[in-house]
């Protein structure tokens, strides 16, 4: 005879295994248990169900509680207010540690670094916790996202010469932020390195239908939805509409928001 004495936690939060188990407060099965040592033979199964007795629910909700994956934290709540004051005190920290660059993983480890202060290590979290806030940062001298932004990008948010809009979900400056970046990074022709110069509503809905880059595809929605924004947009240059908006027209849009 072999007893499994495998557990598993059932759509309850209670244990269950074989042989079974009482509610998650009580012990094994007493009869269970009697059954199963009248046709035990050896010492070996003798021994399996002693230490199955010895169980205790302490014990598993132990062992449950360190299978348990971490809690994700919770996103925090965006604001111009809030970016114009974590980006200051980034700009503080980078100015102490004499740093002219940051990228995206350093505030994650800063963030969990003992020896941060708590002004610091609150400003890392806000930033590694909304990307998207990181991504207008580091892009507003160069589209071409590399996960790495200069003391410069930060100072003018903290200035107030860059407002940040909330990203707690898609907004305007954000989705023409992506979408000037989708066009200078991607080269639509294998055949050249050209990217592209300007897009339309063409494009837009083509974009609009691709999950294979999330962003870019929220981006191109949020236009479909709101035509009038970027009507807004691509009469920057022209002010007659031809459903055309180019790089530097998303670009100033970005900044004037």
């Given amino acids: 005879m072999s007893v499994n ?5 059932t759509s309850k939060g209670n244990v269950s295994g074989n042989p079974s188990v ?9 009869a269970l248990i009697a059954q199963l040592e009248e046709h035990a033979t050896s010492p070996y199964e003798r021994e399996e169900l002693d230490s199955l007795t010895s169980i205790s629910p302490e014990s598993i909700e132990a062992q449950i ?3 348990l994956p971490a809690p994700t934290p919770p996103k925090s709540a965006t604001s111009p207010e809030l970016s114009k004051k974590n980006a200051s005190a980034i700009v503080e920290y980078m100015r102490e540690n004499k740093k002219d660059t940051i990228t995206f993983d350093e ?3 800063l963030s969990q670094d003992p020896n941060a202060t708590a002004e610091e290590k609150a400003a890392a979290d806000y930033f590694t916790q909304n990307p998207a806030q990181y991504f207008l940062i580091e892009t507003r001298d160069d589209l071409r996202e590399d996960g790495r932004s200069s003391i410069d990008n930060f100072q003018q948010v903290a200035d107030g010469n860059f407002s940040i809009a909330s990203t707690d979900e898609m907004n305007s400056q954000l989705a023409a932020a992506t979408l000037a970046t989708f ?3 991607h080269t639509p022709n294998i055949e050249t390195t050209d990217t592209l110069s300007s897009i339309n509503e063409g494009d837009l809905k083509n974009l609009a239908a691709d ?7 929220a981006a191109a929605q949020y ?3 709101h035509p009038e924004v970027y009507k807004d947009i691509e009469t920057t240059d ?20």
Wanted: glycine fraction near 4%; proline fraction near 11%; charged fraction near 20%.
């Fill in 238 to 257: 022209d002010p007659r509409p031809d459903g055309t908006a180019s790089v530097p027209e998303l670009q100033e849009y970005v900044s004037k928001e």
């Fill in 65 to 67: 509680s360190a299978n």
């Fill in 5 to 9: 004495t495998t557990l598993s936690v």
């Fill in 211 to 217: 999950p294979s880059n999330p962003n870019t595809e």
């Fill in 107 to 109: 505030l994650t480890n």
């Fill in 183 to 185: 066009m200078v990074t």
């Fill in 223 to 225: 236009f479909l939805a």
């Fill in 22 to 30: 009482n509610d998650y407060s009580g012990t094994w099965d007493p």
